[in-house]
């Protein structure tokens, strides 16, 4: 018989040695004869309690007790009785004599008089913590009582234990025993090892060994007892040491008492039922009880009540007790949110909790949900994200960023949804900086120039301005390769007043990264440009951006007339106007909310202050996004890129061994060759060619523009500002031909006072005076040919002047 109860409370092994757990320091009290340790794993170091009782021999009747407890342990599972991982018995040696071991191994818990002295809770806060332990144990009674037809016998404040997450559960199974009701004249003991049992804990008939009135009694007789020691232990804050003092009702809650009387009637059969207990008890309709039983049902769940919970758990959570909110449902929220059972609005309140640790806590308990929520297919709990990530971004560490976070942000670049777009490109603010530089340049910032010429205006804004705050992240190469062409061509020629505003600023906060030469024949140019801008804000800033980039040229002739030649940087750069909180600007631009809108022109009175810049929606409804009615919008914006060249969806792709972007496509401006002096005065003498002029008139219109914008040597070339712009707002009606930005315009001869007809119908008053035939020339002829496509009803389209010999059908002329 030793043997068969051997083998069933028996282990891996037979010794102390075999004992996969390390032995640690003991708790202060614990039940009975036991020894309550902590310990840990001896494979991963995972923590555990280890609970010791000894005897002198194996027959020692704690040892059998003991014995019992640990099969009663092993066999009933409940949510809110201890957890039963290992056991072994082993002779161990005390000295001289051999005692006999058990050990029982547990998932870690601490006896429940030192957790409350821990807590030290007070007022509403401890009642409501003791209504949830309470509700715990009056379950796990039940269970035994009313379903498993168990009694346990000894239900006090020993034989509850608390868990790291501060949950209560049962425990001390060694008095445990079937009820046997069916034997009622039987006058044997019921409860084998009742003998373990203090007498201040035995109720009136258990401690008469009437076991012919507990027969007749309810199964839970004797443990409503134990409940009702269990309530007044916790609440008096002593351990009960004789029966009497349970008339001492000082202590009870006013709204306990009622159920505290009941539970420790004299008569048997009256007393409560510890499942009424649960349901009927005003006691437990808190706050507390009622947030983690929601929680502990999720999935039983609405999604309208669950949205609904969630919006309120973030001010709830700051009226219930801080540390059972840390280690109670913060882990619910954690794994509610990591198995989809939690609604987008529950990362509110997870980060609010979250900021309640410390950082240690933080990278451990919270970071590592964040970065499974991340892959969601969820639009809801991306947006969730993406809009909070200003609040976790920081505890990432960069590998994490680089490997496992930016791949699945990126996805939002290319969303349908124009408001997950613009929450993706700001999150960049945060993420950006951790990023490597080969997914930087080989990634990052083909998704940004996509979202440089995206069809919404607030996106190309803050596009721009993200570039400004990112620069510094860049390495030299790929600044020199992109900054310039991303503000000049794109952000300055943009049809939306607030992002050639942002190009501007962006080329202030930038200035360190352009060499001289880019200044003078780059930057300069295509500022001077928005001098005559539309918008008043833009010609204010242009203004400004031109007189620091002025000076910084004045300071490069002074050093090369002093003869200092060192190029090596523009380290001797006063701070530009708005440059110097580059990082406050481009956050209150990023952050902002409001509808685009109301930003269709940059309002602010501080030329250092940057704009609020137009966000894509004004709520939290992914699908729509603004519109921008007050400022023209153009289908593509790639029409004015001047020859950038396109980033087609190739590249979004992690293709690192192309390092093109979309911004290096363009030719350099200083490659164009300036017209000399001399061919200058060349051309003011040249007399009026009128048989070019009149070929010329008879091209189509488009090429006819083209070609005189070819004949005038122009510095813009494909850089002009577009015309969608200028055409929308001009500030004159001249003709396309005079308003091009010529700079040799001043010395050039006039143009003539009209374009629509051909040059050789002036008056002879107007014909030039270097020709000495122009006075007896035959007048030119009143009319024209018409095209022989004409005659053939192939369209009104005039044919292009052909040269070289041509073939002429004599059929149509003789007919």
Same mark, same amino acid.
């Given at each position: 018989?030793?043997?068969?109860?051997?083998g069933?409370?028996?282990?891996?092994?037979?010794g102390?040695?075999?004992?996969?757990?390390?032995?640690?320091?003991?708790?202060?009290?614990?039940?009975?004869?036991?020894?309550?340790?902590?310990?840990?794993?001896k494979?991963?170091?995972?923590?555990?309690?280890?609970?010791?009782?000894?005897?002198?021999?194996? #027959?020692? @009747?704690? =040892?059998?007790?003991?014995?019992?407890g640990?099969?009663?342990?092993?066999?009933?599972?409940?949510?809110?009785?201890l957890?039963?991982?290992?056991?072994?018995?082993?002779?161990?040696?005390?000295?001289?004599?051999?005692?006999?071991?058990?050990?029982?191994?547990?998932?870690?818990?601490m006896?429940?008089?030192?957790?409350?002295?821990?807590?030290?809770?007070?007022?509403?806060?401890?009642?409501?913590?003791?209504?949830?332990?309470?509700?715990?144990?009056?379950?796990?009674?039940?269970?035994?009582?009313?379903?498993?037809?168990?009694?346990?016998?000894?239900?006090?404040?020993?034989?509850v234990?608390?868990?790291p997450? =501060?949950?209560?559960?049962?425990?001390?199974?060694? /008095?445990?025993?079937?009820?046997?009701?069916?034997?009622?004249?039987?006058?044997?003991?019921?409860?084998?090892?009742?003998?373990?049992?203090?007498?201040?804990?035995?109720s009136m008939?258990?401690?008469?060994?009437?076991?012919?009135?507990?027969?007749?009694?309810?199964?839970?007789?004797?443990d409503?007892?134990?409940?009702?020691?269990l309530?007044?232990?916790?609440?008096?804050?002593?351990?009960?040491?004789?029966?009497?003092?349970?008339?001492?009702?000082?202590?009870?809650?006013?709204?306990?008492?009622?159920?505290?009387?009941?539970?420790?009637?004299?008569?048997?059969?009256?007393?409560?039922?510890?499942?009424?207990?649960?349901?009927?008890?005003?006691?437990?309709?808190?706050?507390?009880?009622?947030?983690i039983?929601?929680?502990?049902?999720l999935n039983?769940?609405?999604?309208?009540?669950?949205?609904?919970?969630?919006?309120k758990?973030?001010?709830?959570?700051?009226?219930?007790?801080?540390?059972?909110?840390?280690?109670?449902?913060?882990?619910?929220?954690?794994?509610?949110?990591?198995?989809?059972?939690?609604?987008?609005?529950?990362?509110t309140?997870?980060?609010k909790? &979250?900021?309640?640790?410390?950082?240690?806590?933080?990278?451990?308990?919270?970071?590592?949900?964040?970065?499974k929520?991340?892959?969601s297919?969820? $639009?809801?709990?991306?947006?969730?994200?993406?809009?909070?990530?200003?609040?976790?971004?920081?505890?990432?560490?960069?590998?994490?960023?680089?490997e496992?976070?930016?791949?699945?942000?990126?996805?939002?670049?290319?969303?349908?949804?124009?408001?997950?777009?613009e929450?993706?490109?700001?999150?960049?603010?945060?993420?950006?900086?951790?990023?490597?530089?080969?997914?930087?340049?080989?990634?990052?910032?083909?998704?940004?120039?996509?979202?440089?010429?995206?069809?919404?205006?607030?996106?190309?804004?803050? %596009? %721009?301005?993200?570039?400004?705050?990112i620069?510094?992240?860049?390495?030299?190469?790929? $600044?020199?390769? /992109?900054?310039?062409?991303?503000?000049?061509?794109?952000?300055?020629?943009? %049809?939306?007043?607030?992002?050639?505003a942002?190009?501007?600023?962006?080329?202030?906060?930038?200035?360190?990264?352009?060499?001289?030469?880019?200044?003078a024949t780059?930057?300069?140019?295509?500022?001077?440009?928005?001098?005559?801008?539309?918008?008043?804000?833009?010609?204010?800033?242009?203004?400004?951006?031109?007189?620091?980039?002025?000076?910084?040229?004045?300071?490069?002739?002074?050093?090369?007339?002093?003869g200092?030649?060192?190029?090596?940087?523009?380290?001797?750069?006063?701070?530009?106007? @708005?440059?110097?909180?580059?990082? @406050?600007?481009?956050m209150?631009?990023?952050?902002?909310?409001?509808?685009?809108?109301?930003?269709?022109?940059?309002?602010?009175?501080n030329a250092?202050?940057?704009?609020?810049?137009?966000?894509?929606?004004?709520?939290?409804?992914?699908?729509?996004?603004?519109?921008?009615?007050?400022?023209?919008?153009?289908?593509?914006?790639?029409? %004015?890129? @001047?020859?950038?060249?396109?980033?087609?969806?190739?590249l979004?792709?992690?293709?690192?061994?192309?390092?093109?972007?979309g911004?290096?496509?363009?030719?350099?401006?200083e490659?164009?060759?300036?017209?000399?002096?001399?061919?200058?005065?060349?051309? #003011?003498?040249?007399?009026?060619?009128?048989?070019?002029?009149?070929?010329?008139?008879?091209?189509?219109?488009?090429?006819?523009?083209?070609s005189?914008?070819?004949?005038?040597?122009?510095?813009?070339?494909?850089?002009?500002?577009?015309?969608s712009?200028?055409?929308?707002?001009?500030?004159?009606?001249?003709?396309?031909?005079?308003?091009?930005?010529?700079?040799? &315009?001043?010395?050039a001869?006039?143009?003539?006072?009209?374009?629509?007809?051909?040059?050789?119908?002036?008056?002879?008053?107007?014909?030039?005076?270097n020709?000495?035939?122009?006075?007896?020339?035959?007048?030119?002829?009143t009319?024209?040919?018409?095209?022989?496509?004409?005659?053939?009803?192939?369209g009104?389209?005039?044919?292009?002047?052909?040269?070289?010999?041509? $073939?002429?059908d004599?059929?149509?002329?003789?007919?």
């Open positions: 018989m030793f043997k068969f109860l051997k069933v409370v028996g282990g891996s092994g037979t102390i040695k075999d004992l996969p757990y390390n032995i640690g320091e003991p708790y202060h009290s614990s039940w009975g004869s036991w020894t309550h340790s902590r310990g840990t794993s494979e991963d170091g995972s923590a555990v309690s280890i609970f010791i009782l000894s005897g002198s021999s194996s #027959q020692d @009747g704690h =040892l059998i007790a003991g014995r019992n640990v099969k009663r342990l092993r066999t009933v599972r409940h949510p809110n009785i957890s039963f991982l290992h056991s072994t018995e082993a002779e161990v040696s005390d000295g001289s004599a051999m005692k006999c071991t058990i050990y029982i191994v547990t998932e870690p818990v006896p429940l008089s030192e957790k409350i002295k821990e807590l030290n809770l007070s007022g509403t806060q401890r009642d409501e913590y003791f209504a949830w332990g309470l509700h715990q144990i009056s379950k796990a009674v039940s269970f035994l009582n009313n379903d498993c037809k168990l009694v346990h016998g000894n239900v006090c404040l020993d034989s234990v608390v868990t997450t =501060l949950d209560w559960k049962l425990h001390a199974f060694d /008095v445990l025993s079937e009820f046997d009701g069916n034997s009622e004249v039987s006058n044997s003991a019921m409860l084998q090892y009742e003998w373990l049992v203090g007498s201040q804990y035995k008939e258990l401690a008469k060994s009437d076991w012919q009135n507990i027969r007749k009694s309810p199964p839970w007789s004797i409503s007892w134990g409940l009702g020691c309530i007044y232990e916790i609440f008096s804050g002593t351990k009960l040491s004789k029966t009497e003092e349970l008339r001492n009702t000082s202590f009870i809650p006013k709204s306990l008492l009622p159920d505290y009387q009941r539970l420790l009637s004299s008569t048997p059969s009256r007393r409560l039922n510890p499942s009424k207990l649960i349901d009927n008890s005003e006691y437990f309709h808190n706050k507390l009880v009622e947030t039983q929601f929680m502990e049902i039983l769940k609405d999604s309208v009540e669950k949205d609904s919970f969630f919006r758990l973030p001010n709830l959570a700051e009226q219930l007790p801080r540390q059972i909110v840390l280690k109670k449902l913060l882990p619910l929220l954690s794994s509610a949110l990591e198995f989809g059972s939690a609604a987008a609005p529950a990362l309140a997870l980060l909790m &979250g900021s309640w640790l410390s950082a240690e806590e933080f990278n451990m308990k919270v970071l590592p949900t964040i970065v929520l991340f892959s297919n969820d $639009r809801a709990i991306r947006v969730a994200l993406l809009q909070h990530v200003d609040q976790f971004g920081e505890s990432l560490s960069s590998q994490i960023v680089d496992q976070v930016f791949p699945h942000v990126a996805n939002g670049f290319a969303d349908t949804s124009a408001f997950l777009r929450l993706t490109l700001k999150s960049m603010l945060v993420l950006a900086p951790k990023l490597s530089q080969r997914t930087m340049s080989g990634s990052l910032l083909k998704y940004l120039s996509k979202l440089q010429v995206d069809e919404e205006p607030a996106i190309r804004t803050n %596009t %721009t301005i993200l570039l400004g705050n620069a510094s992240y860049l390495n030299d190469a790929t $600044r020199k390769r /992109v900054l310039i062409n991303a503000f000049t061509v794109r952000a300055l020629r943009d %049809t939306f007043s607030p992002a050639r942002a190009g501007i600023m962006a080329l202030n906060a930038t200035v360190q990264y352009y060499e001289m030469t880019e200044i780059r930057i300069l140019p295509n500022l001077v440009v928005l001098t005559i801008d539309p918008d008043g804000e833009v010609r204010t800033k242009a203004f400004e951006a031109i007189d620091q980039f002025m000076l910084i040229a004045k300071q490069h002739h002074e050093k090369l007339v002093t200092d030649t060192n190029e090596s940087g523009l380290s001797g750069i006063p701070s530009v106007s @708005g440059n110097s909180s580059l990082l @406050g600007w481009a209150s631009s990023l952050t902002s909310k409001g509808k685009a809108s109301e930003h269709g022109s940059l309002t602010s009175a250092s202050t940057v704009p609020v810049l137009a966000t894509s929606t004004s709520s939290s409804d992914v699908s729509s996004f603004a519109n921008v009615s007050d400022q023209p919008r153009p289908s593509s914006p790639t029409s %004015t890129d @001047g020859g950038w060249g396109e980033v087609d969806s190739g979004l792709h992690e293709d690192h061994d192309n390092d093109k972007e911004w290096d496509d363009i030719e350099p401006l490659e164009k060759k300036l017209p000399s002096l001399a061919s200058i005065q060349a051309a #003011q003498q040249r007399p009026v060619v009128h048989q070019k002029a009149q070929s010329t008139s008879s091209l189509p219109p488009k090429v006819a523009s083209k005189s914008k070819e004949a005038d040597d122009d510095l813009w070339g494909a850089d002009a500002v577009p015309e712009r200028t055409a929308s707002n001009s500030l004159n009606t001249k003709s396309a031909a005079q308003q091009d930005d010529n700079l040799w &315009g001043s010395i001869v006039a143009p003539p006072k009209s374009t629509s007809k051909p040059l050789n119908k002036k008056t002879t008053a107007s014909l030039d005076d020709d000495p035939w122009a006075a007896i020339a035959a007048p030119p002829p009319t024209r040919a018409k095209p022989l496509s004409l005659g053939r009803g192939r009104t389209k005039p044919a292009t002047a052909k040269l070289g010999a041509q $073939r002429i004599r059929s149509s002329s003789g007919s």
